[in-house]
Structure formats: structure tokens, C-alpha cells
């Protein structure tokens, strides 16, 4: 998720787009889902890697799509929405996890093919962005547009995001003079040797290091129980 989250991240949303990107994870994170379905260690350590990978990816690029997108006036309501809904996903994950043997039933862990719920259940969360994004997410935001030099679409997104009432040109104007361009060609070493960037940089990184280790400890102090 590490690798997902920080280059991944920001080179496709560069390449692609905030949405195509969203979708092509979409796509590697249904493939990791099922290749884990195999009871073989390699392959779903393989199926972890691609699913991680998109996930770390979904999070940054997914959070970025919606504060580019949403109105202003409705920022503050929808991002922690997003927050809110993928941390509901972990706990619905932990609670049919619930349905697995104890930790103390060896034999039961090793014939039961419950495990599978647990890793198949990102796989409807993955089906339902598919369609949100096909259906209601049709234009990237007007940002990436505005970045790419295509007006006509960044036009066209703003006419999806804002009622007729408002008038889309004004908007436009207003988020070409504001948007900051400079960071689609922003060196990779700036985030860590910039001043403005490199304290964000670097909570972002504590932070995500500090995940992944509470997720290292959880899967350790479990381990044993079966070992």
C-alpha cells in the first residue's frame, strides 16, 4: 500500500488522469482479489502485492478526485464520507472475519474455506466503484484537464459539477487562475528536499509507516496462536 500510495499514486493520476486511474486499479484489484482465491503461498502473496497495490492507489487518487471534483461548499461534507466509508470497510471485514475458526482449532483453520469471504469481500466495494465510476463519474475532474491543456473538457466537467444556474465560464476562469500547474512537473526529490512539501512529506510517510507496522504486529501476535 506504501508503494500504491506515494509514487504509484502520483505518477498515474499524472498519466492517466484521476479516473481512468481509479479504474485500472479497479481492474488490478479485482485480478489480485481472485488470484488469492489459489491455496498456494506464492501465488497469494502475488494476489496481496497487486491488491495492496491498487488499494494504496485508490486511496490517494480516489481522496483527490473528490477534493478536485465536489464543489467547495460541499467538501467539508463529502471527504470525511470517504474516510468514514473505507474505515466501515475494515470493520465489516474484521466482522465476518468473525466466522473463522478459533485460534486455537488447528485442524478447523486448515480444512475451512472460510477465508475466502473475508478476501473476496473487497471484491463487491471494487465492483461498486466500477459502476459508480462508469455511471455517474463520466469526465475526470477539471483540474487534471485544466493540466492537460484540454479546455472543452474541463468545461465540460465543470457544467456536470455545478447547476445551470451558476455560470460554468467564471467557474472556469477561476480554477485556471487558481489551479497550481507547477506541481504536474514537480521533481520527485522536491518532496523531500523542498520546504514547502518536505514536512508533508514526511508525516505522510510516519503515518503511513506506522500502518503498515500495526498491520505487522496484528499478523505476528496472530501467527503465533497458530504456530
Known amino acids: 500500500m506504501i508503494l500504491g500510495s506515494y509514487p504509484g499514486a502520483f505518477y498515474m493520476m499524472i498519466q492517466f488522469g484521476r479516473r481512468d486511474t481509479l479504474l485500472y486499479c479497479?481492474?488490478?484489484?479485482?485480478?489480485?482479489?481472485?488470484?488469492?482465491?489459489?491455496?498456494?503461498?506464492?501465488?497469494?502473496?502475488?494476489?496481496?502485492?497487486i491488491f495492496g497495490l491498487s488499494a494504496g492507489v485508490i486511496?490517494?487518487?480516489?481522496?483527490?478526485?473528490?477534493?478536485?471534483?465536489?464543489?467547495?461548499?460541499?467538501?467539508?461534507?463529502i471527504l470525511p464520507i470517504f474516510f468514514v466509508g473505507s474505515g466501515c470497510s475494515k470493520l465489516i471485514a474484521h466482522i465476518i472475519s468473525t466466522g473463522l475458526p478459533n485460534d486455537d482449532d488447528i485442524e478447523g483453520l486448515k480444512i475451512t474455506f472460510y477465508w475466502r469471504m473475508v478476501i473476496?469481500?473487497?471484491?463487491?466495494?471494487q465492483v461498486a466503484l466500477f459502476f459508480g465510476l462508469h455511471y455517474w463519474v463520466p469526465l475526470d475532474s477539471p483540474k487534471y484537464?485544466?493540466?492537460i491543456q484540454d479546455f472543452n473538457?474541463?468545461?465540460?466537467?465543470?457544467?456536470?459539477?455545478?447547476?445551470e444556474e451558476e455560470d460554468h465560464d467564471v467557474i472556469l476562469n477561476?480554477?485556471?487562475?487558481?489551479?497550481?500547474?507547477?506541481?504536474?512537473?514537480?521533481?520527485?526529490?522536491?518532496?523531500?528536499?523542498?520546504?514547502?512539501?518536505?514536512?508533508?512529506?514526511?508525516?505522510?510517510g510516519i503515518l503511513a509507516g506506522l500502518h503498515e507496522l500495526t498491520g505487522y504486529n496484528i499478523i505476528h501476535y496472530e501467527i503465533q496462536k497458530v504456530v
Open 26 to 49: 479497479v481492474y488490478c484489484g479485482m485480478l489480485g482479489i481472485l488470484i488469492q482465491m489459489f491455496e498456494v503461498t506464492a501465488i497469494m502473496c502475488i494476489g496481496r502485492l
Open 59 to 77: 486511496c490517494v487518487v480516489g481522496s483527490r478526485l473528490i477534493e478536485e471534483t465536489v464543489p467547495e461548499r460541499l467538501v467539508s461534507l
Open 120 to 125: 473476496f469481500f473487497p471484491l463487491f466495494l
Open 145 to 147: 484537464y485544466i493540466m
Open 153 to 163: 473538457k474541463a468545461k465540460k466537467s465543470i457544467e456536470l459539477i455545478y447547476s
Open 174 to 204: 477561476e480554477v485556471i487562475h487558481t489551479v497550481h500547474l507547477q506541481t504536474r512537473s514537480l521533481p520527485f526529490k522536491d518532496l523531500y528536499e523542498n520546504p514547502l512539501y518536505r514536512r508533508n512529506t514526511l508525516f505522510l
